[in-house]
């Protein structure tokens, strides 16, 4: 069961401009939303969450934003830069387990 | 704190066998969740474990087990093996809001 979508497998951007990691859910028992970002050979290190009593979330240059009428979330990197390339993944959590999206590779050329 | 601990990091398994592996969770961390991440898919909730009982399963086979000991720490257990266990096994300490993951094991089955 699906209930947390990634439908873009891969993204590229250019350095300095804007990245956007789009992630839509089906269960409206999610109340509690993370982004996680992952390198090569390490575990999924947490970016930023947002709950679902907010409709956005700033971290420096990574904002979150929900909606939660269409179920959708999406992650914004103002400005991108190479580093960030890796696998994003979104994630759902309604209790005590999370669900994740199959991830997004962004990746930022210089 | 050295984070959340896996071991092993490798491991070469043939159809039918048995496997353990191991987490240590992030230090003051009494909650441990494992997660099975596919080639090309995002990680998939297993189970989770506190105060060692488990508290939620995901929509795994009874072949899959966990324990959890009084130090917190935990194993995953997986009987019969079959072909398509192979995957990237991913431990996870903390509760929903941040959790911290391992680097996983790689698990291959022959």
């Known amino acids: 069961d699906q209930q947390v979508k990634q439908n873009s497998p891969s993204l590229s951007v250019q350095e300095g401009r804007i990245s956007i990691l789009n992630c839509d859910y089906t269960n409206s028992m999610f109340d509690y939303f993370l982004w996680y970002k992952k390198y090569p050979a390490e575990g999924p290190t947490f970016l930023i969450s947002i709950s679902s009593i907010k409709d956005k979330n700033e971290d420096g240059r990574f904002t979150v934003f929900l909606n939660k009428s269409a179920k959708h979330l999406s992650l914004h990197i103002v400005p991108s830069q190479p580093g960030d390339s890796a696998v994003y993944f979104c994630a759902a959590s309604g209790g005590n387990d999370m669900r994740f999206g199959a991830g997004t590779r962004l990746t930022v050329k210089p | 704190d050295a984070g959340v601990t896996q071991s092993p990091t490798h491991l070469i398994k043939t159809r039918g066998q048995q496997v353990t592996l191991r987490c240590s969770p992030k230090?003051?961390?009494?909650?441990v969740s494992w997660y099975q991440q596919a080639l090309g898919q995002g990680p998939q909730f297993i189970f989770q474990y506190y105060e060692e009982e488990e508290r939620q399963r995901g929509n795994f086979p009874d072949r899959f087990s966990g324990h959890q000991y009084p130090n917190y720490s935990s194993e995953l257990n997986v009987n019969a093996l079959l072909l398509g266990d192979s995957a990237l096994y991913l431990c996870?300490?903390?509760?929903?809001?941040?959790?911290?993951f391992g680097p996983g094991t790689r698990l291959t089955v022959l």
């Open positions: 230090s003051g961390h009494d909650t």
């Open positions: 996870a300490s903390g509760s929903r809001g941040e959790q911290f």
